[in-house]
């Protein structure tokens, strides 16, 4: 893969403005390994290989077990999340996935407001809407994530 530009330096204020929102984000309340698991789902349904590098391992850093992060993508069919964090799946794909769908299933959102404040649901659709906004500029302008030194020198 090729990358196409740099769009954090190519627009200086998109990044601040990101990086804004992601702070806000970060700041919610919604306990980390909660977030880092939306953020690595809607990475995935997006194909953005630099946030899934990214967020696969700050998760790890944060204390999630890689049986967890290897099987998010069949979460429906794993014991190993709980209602929370399946209602905050079930509506992270909903909302990556809304041109597909045009909605939001009443059942998924029933099951998130079972599991969660309003507040918690309105922090949870900022947190969704920053990762999927961090997957279209990484995917439109192909930035690769960050190599291994020995794995860049062999790939050259």
Not at 20 to 48: F, H, M, P, W, Y
């Amino acid at each position: 893969m090729k990358p196409r530009l740099n769009p954090y330096k190519a627009a200086a204020g998109v990044y601040k403005a990101m990086m804004d929102l992601q702070t806000r984000v970060n700041n919610s309340g919604l306990e980390t390994s909660l977030q880092e698991l939306v953020k690595t789902r809607a990475s995935q349904i997006n194909g953005c290989a630099y946030c899934l590098h990214m967020h696969t391992r700050d998760a790890r850093a944060a204390g999630e077990t890689e049986e967890r992060l290897f099987l998010l993508d069949a979460w429906r069919e794993s014991p190993l999340y709980n209602e929370r964090e399946r209602a905050a799946l079930a509506f992270t794909e909903a909302l990556t996935r809304l041109s597909e769908t045009a909605s939001v299933a009443d059942d998924v959102y029933e099951t998130l407001r079972a599991s969660f404040t309003e507040e918690e649901m309105v922090e949870l659709v900022l947190l969704i809407n920053a990762i999927n906004g961090w997957n279209r500029l990484n995917v439109a302008f192909r930035v690769v994530h960050p190599m291994k030194a020995k794995d860049a020198v062999a790939a050259a």
